[in-house]
């Protein structure tokens, strides 16, 4: 049983971390600080759609699983809802090549308006006599 709410705990973190990845830069514009954690977070996103790589999580996930004695994604409101969003039946490779592309230009967007906040922030306008 703790294994399965693990994995269950397991998706829904899996889901947020989609979420950040995706969003996340906008939470930049109020705390500057998450840039450590978002930066590294939509980088990996990107690589993950781009290059097709599995993500730790997933792996974990299914370890889980099946030391809980289950088989794939089967019953429960987690797996029923929350699954097909996160993995969509019929992703394709191009799919998530577009995905990985609106993941990088949607932040590439709030990474160039925070540059140029904070560059504009840090200037020093010289004081006339």
Same mark, same amino acid.
């Given at each position: ?10 998706v829904l973190f ?16 109020k705390w500057r600080g998450l840039?450590?954690?978002? %930066?590294? *977070?939509?980088?990996?996103? +990107? =690589?993950?759609? !781009?290059?097709? #790589?599995?993500?730790?999580?997933? $792996? @974990? ?29 019929? %992703?394709? *490779?191009?799919?998530?090549? +577009? =995905?990985?592309? !609106?993941?990088? #230009?949607?932040?590439?967007?709030? $990474? @160039? ?17």
């Amino acid at each position: 049983m703790i294994y399965r709410m693990a994995a269950d705990g397991l998706v829904l973190f899996h889901g947020l971390f989609i979420i950040f990845v995706l969003l996340g830069g906008l939470l930049l514009l109020k705390w500057r600080g998450l840039v450590w954690l978002h %930066l590294p *977070a939509a980088t990996w996103g +990107v =690589l993950v759609e !781009v290059f097709h #790589l599995t993500c730790p999580l997933t $792996y @974990w996930e299914n370890l889980l699983r099946l030391r809980a004695g289950l088989q794939g994604y089967e019953g429960g409101y987690v797996e029923h809802y929350l699954l097909p969003v996160i993995y969509p039946a019929g %992703l394709t *490779a191009g799919i998530q090549l +577009v =995905l990985g592309s !609106v993941v990088l #230009l949607i932040n590439g967007a709030v $990474y @160039w308006r925070l540059y140029r906040r904070w560059g504009e922030s840090t200037r020093v306008i010289p004081s006339r006599p």
